[in-house]
């Protein structure tokens, strides 16, 4: 159910992107995430390692690093959200990616609890000029411990 993204996925998983950012994020106007979507379309997602969850042939989530560190997105179709498509993606990249790091917007409550669940404590906070919003920085690390 998870492999890598390809170029065929652009257009499923930009559409993917535009509704799951749009209900993930209210407080946020619509428009900004329209005018967006080129910058995530050219710049993000060409440069990010990205793995989608297909089921029946159709994205249901996705989840891109960039940097070999930093997540940029991990969204889930508002209709999946619930069904362990998330913690699937995330446990994917945990695999591959020893420290993970990430910003999620303070309102994103339901995101904030989701990520402290799979192990992300916030770090610092941050505040988006654009959107003129607080985030939360939040990191995640493997376990350093001795086995034994």
Known sequence: MIRAWHSRDLSPLLTLWMESTCFAHPFIDTRY???????VR????????????????????FISVMDEQFIGALFVRP?????????ALMNHVKQRFRWL??????????AVKFYHAQGFRIEESAW???TRHPTWIMNW?????PSA
């Open 101 to 110: 790091s990430l910003e999620v917007y303070q309102k994103n409550e339901r």
């Open 128 to 130: 988006q000029e654009e």
């Open 42 to 61: 050219n710049a993000y997602l060409p440069s990010a390692k990205t793995w989608v969850w297909e089921a029946n042939g159709e994205l249901e989530g």
């Open 141 to 145: 690390q493997a376990d350093q411990r």
């Open 79 to 87: 209709a999946a959200i619930g069904q362990g498509i998330g913690k």
């Open 33 to 39: 995430w329209q005018e967006s979507e080129a910058l």
